[in-house]
């Protein structure tokens, strides 16, 4: 099992910039791919990013790509999400979550092969 604790979230404007951060612990923190996850009020919670700890695969929804930027910091545990800007449509509490990298029936994006989920933290982009 892996904890997860997201920080980073607040009120920025529509144009802005914001950086998640998520912070991981456990004894297979490692054995995981690490994604972030997005869900507004009224809607389905959706996939946004996902990384490997090396960095050497990342997969993003389109409606980010060129605007967001997940990374890792292997070392101290941490996945990182660079919003930029930022859109009314991104207002949403965001996830972490941890998904077993030999997970084999649901790909990257599929919410069911993540495992593990840290609190949420609330990103609210005002036009």
């Known amino acids: 099992q892996v904890h997860l604790v997201e920080s980073g979230g607040g009120l920025v404007q529509a144009g802005n910039s914001l950086r998640l951060a998520c912070t991981a612990s456990g004894a297979t923190v490692y054995s995981h791919v690490m994604g972030w996850f997005r869900q507004a009020p009224g809607k389905e919670r959706e996939f946004v990013a996902a990384i490997n700890w090396k960095g050497s695969s990342t997969y993003y929804i389109d409606s980010v790509k060129g605007r967001f930027t997940i990374s890792t910091d292997e070392a101290r545990r941490k996945v990182f999400l660079q919003m930029n800007s930022l859109q009314s449509e991104d207002t949403a509490v965001y996830y972490c979550?941890?998904?077993?990298?030999?997970?084999?029936?649901?790909?990257?994006?599929?919410?069911?092969?993540?495992?593990?989920w840290g609190q949420g933290t609330q990103v609210t982009v005002s036009s």
């Open positions: 979550a941890a998904r077993p990298i030999r997970t084999v029936y649901y790909v990257v994006g599929e919410r069911e092969g993540y495992r593990s």
